[in-house]
């Protein structure tokens, strides 16, 4: 079997396809994987579990490793209870607050690789939680998966008319991991100094429907406003939904919320971290604009943090706060106590 590219891995799993991870796992995502796959991957009913580190915790399975660390995945042994059925129930926390608590779970410590796993079903916008079979489909480089990560290729590039702002363009760029297309808006012009740069995160809820949970859209609208206003600079809309989850995860993470968690317990619950975006094509889009120097307007230390580390000095970090609404102010608040976002 040839080594395939990430992005056919990405959409292998998201159709529950298993992927072997070379020197490392071969997974089966529990979210996708059919009864029927399940029986080809697995003919004996032996396979493992393997769950993200936020996951296992949720579980309160995390601390009984002697290597107890949140960003490590863990395994979770076969035994006889734990049957096909039992082990959906593990990974979707919509029955937390409903069932009994499962168990007893034995876990067992990471092989190989298992971390880039659970980033590939990061990728595809899956819960992080796969069975480890022995049959793949196909074969992932881990290697392949770290560079893919950082990678983009221009597509097209298009003027683009805007209400009330300067001459733009949107340019197109592919992510060479997913295949999602990420989108900059090039807005006037700006020679000399650091452009003034957003990062968007796609937030559908709160881009297009308005939503009042978060602080998203007026947060969009503003960034254009004020990059307008300057006379010229970038917006990258960039596809990491949910702070990197996706669609469907973000609204897990919404239907824990109605449940009473925060917006970092609800993360956690579902086995992400906090935040699970990096910034590394981002970076990537902004070089292959000519900006290696920005004006970042943001409150989050770690898209600074972030863009930073891939190589983009952030000249100067310039505030974007929006005025709360009743539905966001407890959203705000925890970014700024449990997130460390600025005021
Ligand atoms: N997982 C999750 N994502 C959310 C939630 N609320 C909003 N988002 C997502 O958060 C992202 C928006 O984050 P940003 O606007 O970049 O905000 P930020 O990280 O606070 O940083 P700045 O706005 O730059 O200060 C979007 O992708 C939203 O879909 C939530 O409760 N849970
Ligand atoms: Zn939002």
């Known amino acids: 079997m040839t080594s395939r590219s990430i992005e056919q891995a990405v959409a292998a799993l998201r159709r529950g396809e298993p992927v072997a991870i070379v020197d490392g796992p071969t997974i089966l995502p529990l979210e996708t994987a059919t009864r029927a796959m399940l029986d080809h991957a697995d003919p004996g009913g032996e396979a493992n579990l393997l769950v993200s580190g936020a996951r296992a915790a949720a579980l309160g399975l995390g601390n009984r ?3 107890a660390d949140e960003r490590m995945p863990v395994r979770i042994e076969r ?3 734990l049957d096909r059925d039992t082990a959906q129930a593990l990974f979707d926390p919509a029955g937390d607050f409903s069932r009994g608590p499962i168990g007893p779970l034995t876990p067992l410590e990471a092989g190989p690789h298992d971390g880039a796993a659970i980033q590939l ?4 916008g899956l819960l992080p939680a796969a069975w480890l079979v022995e049959k793949a489909a196909i074969d992932i480089d881990p290697a392949a998966l770290d560079e893919a990560r950082r990678s983009v290729t221009l597509v097209a590039r298009a003027r683009l008319p805007l209400d009330d702002l300067p001459a733009s363009q949107m340019a197109v760029f592919r992510d060479g991991a997913t295949g999602e297309e990420h989108a900059a808006l090039i807005v006037g012009a700006f020679e000399g100094r650091p452009p003034l740069v957003r990062l968007h995160s796609e937030c559908l809820t709160g881009d297009v429907f308005g939503s009042l949970k978060c602080d998203c859209g007026p947060q969009l609208r503003h960034a254009l406003r004020i990059i307008g206003d300057e006379g010229g600079g970038i917006l990258l809309y960039l596809r990491q939904e949910g702070r990197g989850i996706g669609l469907a995860n973000k609204i897990r993470a919404y239907a824990l ?4 968690l925060d917006t970092v317990d609800a ?6 971290a906090d935040d699970e975006r990096d910034y590394g094509v981002a970076a990537a889009i902004l070089r292959a604009l000519g900006a290696d120097a920005v004006r970042l307007l943001t409150n989050n230390p770690n898209k600074v943090e972030g863009l930073e580390a891939e190589g983009i000095r952030v000249a100067e970090r310039v505030r974007h706060h929006m005025p709360p609404n009743p539905h966001n ?3 705000l608040e925890t970014k700024k106590a449990r997130s460390g976002h600025h005021d």
């Open 329 to 331: 102010a407890a959203y």
């Open 267 to 272: 993360n956690r619950r579902l086995g992400f």
């Open 65 to 67: 490793l002697a290597a």
């Open 257 to 260: 919320q109605d449940r009473g």
């Open 121 to 124: 079903l990061g990728l595809a």
């Open 79 to 81: 035994c006889d209870w």
